[in-house]
């Protein structure tokens, strides 16, 4: 059994793209990824980015997020 403890460290909005599409970030902007940025599910605008590992984003093929009030999940 192994256990992994994730540590939270924030990413400025005006770099979240960048940091997730290093090679295409020019092409795509966070507007029409996400809109408003807000939660349809809450209306809250904080966002955790799921670990490159996780299940999500390995059999999506995208980064995905997940609202860190309601656990909304939604890619990138």
């Not at 605008?45 to 984003?57: N, Q």
Request: hydrophobic share 30%.
């Amino acid at each position: 059994m192994r256990f992994f403890q994730s540590v939270l460290k924030e990413i400025p909005a005006s770099e979240i793209i960048e940091h997730c599409y290093p090679l295409h970030h020019k092409e795509i902007t966070l507007e029409e990824r996400m809109g408003n940025g807000k939660c349809p599910d809450c209306d809250c605008d904080s966002w955790i980015l799921l670990p490159k590992e996780s299940s999500a984003v390995t059999q999506g093929g995208k980064d995905y997020c997940e609202c860190m009030n309601c656990g909304y999940t939604t890619h990138l």
